[in-house]
């Protein structure tokens, strides 16, 4: 492979110098021209806005399906980025809105060409949007900066009261799903209440048997007690009956019983002087037996009228048990459904009261703006010289890619007019 050193590429450039000096000359002349001739200039005008974000708010823990709904409304707007709003600037309806208050042609100036001529820039780490106007006319360029600006901001406006709107009507249709859903289980509370044999009744009932069994055993208790001292006394009484004589034997003499001395003088047809000497004797019952018979007797008696009564005691007992065991039955199903009832009317109630609290807040919103704040911090002024066509500079690029086609015409015209010339490795 031949080699083609440094002093033959020299060479052959002075050899074409004339091929690129021309190529060079024609680039540069034809770059001024366009430059300074042909191409119109463009003047380019800058508003800046400045978007203040408001901080997201945390939401609350434990919140119902309806808190849910209406913190996404609420916040709908708030997670949205700057970059969003950059783009929302170009948005068609915005750039109608431009359009129609600058009265310009829809053919001349279409929605296209309006965002092609229209540039939103974010600078880094900042808040700030700021809108590039380009137009070939200086007034223009400063106008559509500042109506774009400004239809921005009446946009962003817009947009906030629909979603006030949107809030709005959201939590008033929530409101009276809520208060027909309050009034249908208020009515059917009522209905339940108006039931014969309420919770308050069966309560009353329930605390009457509870005291009345409370009674049953207290007297049962008692009578138990009773029963026991009666049988004890009833022990005793036989005890002492059985040691005791059921009658008693007397001796009488019939001279100390006048009415007896006569009965006996008549009987025996025998003078009292001989009959007043006589014995008689007799048997009769024993007075204190008696006594302890009819009391054992009362004993018993009163021994089965407590055994009885204790029977009787039991069977109330138990039977006010039984009903006292249907009654707790009745009384916690319906208790259960009650306690239904009052856990939705309150679940209700706090929905509604928190929907009032929402729909007052949304009220305050709509008279106060507290959604993005976004302000025209800089209006564009008008531009005094234009930032295209940059003539010094295009002059100077042309130069250079003049130059640089030059030299690769160069070499090529030197190959061309060299069929057996063959590039090797370039060596000094």
């Given amino acids: ?15 074409r110098k004339r091929v ?5 000359v024609v680039a540069l002349i034809t770059s001024s021209i366009l430059s300074f001739f042909v191409l119109p200039p463009v003047y380019e005008a800058t508003a800046t806005l400045q978007v203040d974000l408001p901080a997201v708010p945390k939401t609350p823990e434990g919140n119902s399906p309806l808190e849910a709904l209406l913190q996404s409304l609420d916040i709908a707007s708030q997670q949205a980025s700057l970059e969003t709003y950059r783009y929302q600037v170009t948005n068609p309806t915005v750039l109608e809105r431009v359009q129609k208050k600058l009265a310009l042609d829809s053919q001349a100036y279409p929605l296209q060409a309006l965002a092609g001529i229209i540039k939103v820039e974010n600078p880094k780490n900042t808040n700030l949007l700021e809108i590039h106007a380009n137009s070939s006319d200086a007034r223009l360029a400063r106008d559509l ?16 009261a629909q979603r006030l709107n949107q809030v709005s009507s959201t939590i008033e249709a929530q409101q009276n799903k809520e208060e027909e859903k309050l009034n249908q289980v208020m009515e059917e509370y009522r209905q339940f209440l108006a039931q014969p044999r309420s919770v308050k009744q069966l309560n009353a009932e329930l605390e009457a048997k509870v005291q009345l069994l409370t009674e049953f055993k207290t007297n049962l208790s008692k009578t138990q007690v009773e029963l026991d001292g009666t049988r004890r006394a009833l022990e005793a009484a036989e005890t002492k009956l059985a040691g005791t004589p059921a009658t008693l034997k007397t001796v009488k003499v019939v001279g100390d019983d006048p009415l007896l001395l006569n009965i006996t003088e008549s ?43 204790i029977t009787s005691l039991q069977e109330q007992i138990k039977s006010t048990e039984k009903e006292l065991q249907v009654l707790q039955e009745e009384l916690a199903q319906k208790q259960l459904i009650d306690d239904k009832y009052q856990a939705q009317i309150k679940n209700l109630q706090e929905n509604f009261r928190s929907l009032m609290v929402r729909s007052e807040d949304a009220r305050v919103a709509g008279s106060l703006d507290t959604s993005v704040q976004t302000r025209l911090i800089a209006p564009a002024v008008e531009p005094s010289s234009p930032v295209r066509p940059r003539k010094l500079l295009n002059t100077a690029v042309a130069t250079l890619l003049g130059l640089m086609v030059g030299v690769l015409a160069a070499f090529f015209l030197e190959a061309w007019n060299a069929p057996d010339y063959r590039t090797g490795k370039i060596t000094e």
């Fill in 20 to 24: 690129i000096i021309l190529i060079t």
């Fill in 1 to 15: 492979m031949e080699e083609v050193s440094l002093r033959e590429l020299i060479e052959i450039l002075i050899k």
């Fill in 145 to 160: 900066a500042n109506t774009v600006a400004q239809e921005y901001i009446a946009f962003m406006q817009d947009l906030q």
């Fill in 267 to 309: 009987k025996t047809g025998r003078p009292s002087q001989e009959v007043a000497g006589l014995k008689l004797e007799d048997e009769e019952p024993n007075p204190i037996y008696l006594s302890l018979a009819t009391q054992a007797d009362t004993y018993r008696m009163q021994v089965a009228q407590l055994q009885e009564k």
